[in-house]
Each structure stands twice: as C-alpha cells, then as structure tokens.
C-alpha cells in the first residue's frame, strides 16, 4: 500500500473548473480517481497506469474531464471542466498494485477524500 493525499476541491459555481491533485508516496500500477455524493454509492471516474495509458473515463464525464500524471512529483491529477451541479461528491484518490479498472475494489489504498462542491 501507498500514503495518498489530495488537494484542490472547493466550492465552485457550474461552468467552472477545478483541478485536484493527488501525491502519492510512492508509484503503483494504476491510479484513479471516484468519487461519492451523499446516499450514493462510490463511482468510478478516471484511472491511468504509470507506464502509461488510461482506462476510459466514466460517461457522465467525458470530454469535461481530464486526468494526467507527473512522474517526477509522483502526482496524479484531475482537470475538471465545465464543472455541473451533478459533479458535486467526495473526489477520492486511489491506488492499485497492477493493473486495475473501474471497480473500488480493485484499488488497496486510498485518500482521504476531498469536497467537491458546485452551485448551480
């Protein structure tokens, strides 16, 4: 397992953007990011390997969300634009030892968590 911390949640008005960062301590298979409204269950979002590669991103994302990584600061980030009310949860950073897809399950460490918060 890996020491994950996050940043850059906030509360934002829809249209947008924020990005939120997650430094990990130390580089795994893949990365993701989920994230979880209240009363609803943890989603997928985004997840990339640090070989390279992404797994595709959830559709109610796609095309406004963008994850990329920074091998040198072993930071993986999520550019979110044209940010929706609908958008607002808990973002969670995850990592897997190998390969791993869109399941929580998959994933052996996790952040603490950061809000994500758009009004409409």
């Known amino acids: 397992q890996v020491q994950l911390v996050e940043s850059g949640g906030g509360l934002v008005q829809a249209g947008d953007s924020l990005r939120l960062s997650c430094t990990t301590s130390?580089?795994?298979?893949?990365m993701g990011w989920f994230r979880q409204a209240p009363g609803k269950e943890r989603e997928f979002v985004a997840a990339?390997?640090?070989?390279?590669?992404?797994?595709p991103y959830a559709d109610s994302v796609k095309g406004r969300f963008a994850i990329s990584r920074d091998n040198a600061k072993n930071t993986v980030y999520l550019q979110m634009n044209d940010l929706k009310p609908e958008d607002t949860a808990v973002y969670y950073c995850a990592a897997a030892p190998g390969w791993a897809g869109p399941m929580p399950s998959g994933y052996d460490s996790w952040g603490q968590g950061t809000q994500v918060t758009v009004s409409s």
């Open positions: 990339l390997r640090w070989s390279g590669g992404t797994i």
């Open positions: 130390g580089r795994t298979g893949t």
